[in-house]
């Protein structure tokens, strides 16, 4: 299981996401944080591959650093610039499918202007 904790953050601030995985795939597969807005699908903003190899989403480029802590089975999405269309719920889970198709309760990130 995946869980999320995160803060209400400001535009032009910044917020670190944190994801603790249970499961030792978490060690060998692509991670991935994604975000569900209201009325919108959820979407893969960021993944990190095993060699740490990094992909973002276009919209958050240059603004969202993904970063995983094998050891501690966490994974890590640094958000700054914040802005208020990035509220959404963000969830983390395997990448770019979910990991059996299962999602967790995410976390509600809200950006006030």
């Known amino acids: 299981q995946l869980q999320a904790s995160g803060r209400l953050g400001a535009a032009g601030g910044s917020l670190r996401l944190s994801c603790v995985a249970t499961s030792t795939i978490f060690k060998v597969a692509t991670m991935g944080w994604y975000r569900r807005a209201p009325d919108r699908d959820r979407q893969l903003v960021a993944s990190i591959n095993k060699y740490n190899v990094v992909t973002y989403e276009d919209a958050v480029k240059g603004r969202f650093t993904i970063s995983r802590d094998v050891p501690e089975n966490t994974l890590y999405l640094e958000m700054s610039n914040l802005r208020p269309d990035d509220s959404a719920v963000y969830y983390c889970?395997?990448?770019?499918?979910?990991?059996?198709?299962?999602w967790g309760q995410g976390t509600q990130v809200t950006v006030s202007s």
């Open positions: 889970n395997t990448a770019p499918t979910a990991l059996n198709g299962l």
